[in-house]
Each structure stands twice: as structure tokens, then as C-alpha cells.
């Protein structure tokens, strides 16, 4: 799959035909980490970008939620995309957020994977001093390896190393990111959400657990929640058939309710 540029320099992957889906990754990881959704390209027009600082798209300078949301919007319009249903995994799903907060009008739809939406004061500095030393401290093989470890249920070599290539965290934005991270804070957001919301956890999630995505269900007034079983923080990896039936079945609900209201 060729990699495109935007006019401002963003990093994407554009494919597909149908209604406009955008994939957002997560911390550390770049857009080829949703292989095992490129299949969804036959159904629906498939928008994927590196965030800011991360894979191709090399720009280092405000890394932020907001930033990062800001690209993809600018990148939407260039396309000339008014709308699209936006999926975003870990930190790709608080982009997703702010992507609602800054242009709700963007936003068909939301699926809100393995994310979160705030951070308490006091647990953001103690996850992030741990995270920065093992950054600092372990080589790229031995940090590749306890992120998989972290982020998957199943260990198996397959696994893991299906996993390694899709994650190249750049140390300085890598930390940056986490910091942004831990700035979160939607809870005012969330029950102002007006689309239809898909929110997916994992079962064994340990990076993110899944009473988060919970909240966050409990939160959003027209939400779905679905857990998917065997699986850690990466479904989308480790629970391939499961999280794509889950994205295909809500997708084409909202594109038949759309239908309906547009004959009606």
C-alpha cells in the first residue's frame, strides 16, 4: 500500500470505496498497524494517517490532542471529505475526541477503542515516570517486546511479531504524546456527543482497563459498549475477525439509518 502527502505534510494511506472511514492509531504505533483492517477497503473508503511525529509523517513541533486532531480535520478537508466515520485506538480514540469537540459536524459517527477520556491528577505522573524510564533505559528490540507484552493478551511469538514492525515510537515525541495524554480531560465532552458511538474494550486490557471504556460508555447518551473476549489492548490485532464484525455491523447500521432518513 503507497503512502501519500498531504499539501502540509501529513502521512496517509487512502483507499477503498464507500462511505469514509478514518483509522486513527495509538501511541507509538503508525498507520500500517491497521493491516488487518485494510480488508474494510471493500466496503468503505478508508482514510488512515500517521500522527504528528510518528511513522512518516515527520514533524516534531506541538504534539498535542489537539494537534494531532487538527491534522486530520485539515486532511479531511483537503480531501474534500465533509463527513466520516471516525475510529480511534488508545491515544487515536482521545484524538477522535477532540476531533468532536473542534468539528462535530466531521463526525457520522465515532468507535472509541481501548481509549479513555481523563486521566485522575495523581495516576497520570506516577504512569508517566515509569513509562519514561523504560523509554530512556531499553533498547528498540527490548522496549518493542515489553510493549508487546504490555499491549497483548496472547503472548505468542505470531503475535508479537505481527506487532514489532507497526510499533516505532520516536523517544522525544513518544513522551511528549504520553504527557498529552494525561492532559485529557472530557467529561464534560462526552455527554454532549450527539452521533452514534461504538465503544469497544478489550478484556484483559491492561495498558487501558476496560471499566474505562465503561465510564465512558455510561457517559456518551447514545453509545453501544462491546468487550471483546481473549483480547488485550490490541483486538484489532490479536482479535481480528471479532473487531472487524463489530466495526462492519455498527458502520452498516448508521449507513442504513441514514438511508432511511434520507427516503423518509
Known amino acids: 500500500m ?3 502527502l498531504s499539501k502540509s505534510g501529513i502521512t496517509y494511506l487512502h483507499f477503498g470505496n464507500g462511505e469514509p472511514l478514518v483509522l486513527l492509531h495509538g501511541l507509538g ?3 500500517e498497524g491497521w493491516r488487518n483492517q485494510f480488508e474494510l477497503g471493500a466496503e468503505y473508503e478508508l482514510i488512515i494517517p ?5 511513522g512518516e509523517y515527520e514533524a516534531y513541533e506541538n504534539i498535542s490532542i489537539e494537534g494531532f486532531a487538527a491534522d486530520v480535520i ?3 478537508a483537503e480531501l474534500k471529505i465533509e463527513s466520516a466515520n471516525i475510529c480511534g485506538l488508545s491515544m487515536g480514540g482521545a484524538v477522535a475526541q477532540e476531533m468532536y469537540r473542534q468539528a462535530p459536524h466531521i463526525c457520522r459517527s465515532l468507535i472509541l477503542v481501548s481509549t479513555f477520556h481523563y486521566f485522575p491528577k495523581k495516576l497520570g505522573p506516577l504512569m508517566l515516570k515509569g513509562r519514561e524510564a523504560k523509554v530512556e533505559s531499553l533498547s528498540d528490540s527490548r522496549q518493542k517486546e515489553g510493549a508487546a507484552q504490555m499491549a497483548l493478551f496472547s503472548w505468542k511469538r505470531e503475535n508479537i511479531k505481527r506487532f514489532e514492525p507497526h510499533y516505532s515510537p520516536h523517544s522525544e515525541v513518544f513522551v511528549s504524546s504520553l504527557k498529552a495524554c494525561f492532559k485529557v480531560n472530557n467529561l464534560a465532552l462526552l455527554p454532549k456527543i450527539q452521533v452514534p458511538t461504538l465503544v469497544i474494550g478489550g478484556q484483559y486490557d491492561t495498558v487501558i482497563p476496560v471499566w474505562m471504556q465503561l465510564w465512558m460508555h455510561k457517559l456518551i447518551p447514545r453509545s453501544e459498549f462491546v ?3 481473549n483480547s488485550g489492548h490490541l483486538a ?3 482479535a481480528k475477525n471479532a473487531f472487524n464484525a463489530h ?3 455498527f458502520l452498516s447500521q448508521q449507513t442504513r439509518t441514514s438511508s432511511h432518513q434520507s427516503s423518509a
Open 236 to 238: 484489532k490485532l490479536e
Open 227 to 229: 468487550i471483546i473476549r
Open 50 to 54: 500517521d500522527l504528528r511525529g510518528h
Open 247 to 249: 466495526l462492519r455491523r
Open 74 to 76: 485539515g486532511l479531511l
Open 2 to 4: 503507497k503512502t501519500k
Open 29 to 31: 504505533e503508525v498507520k
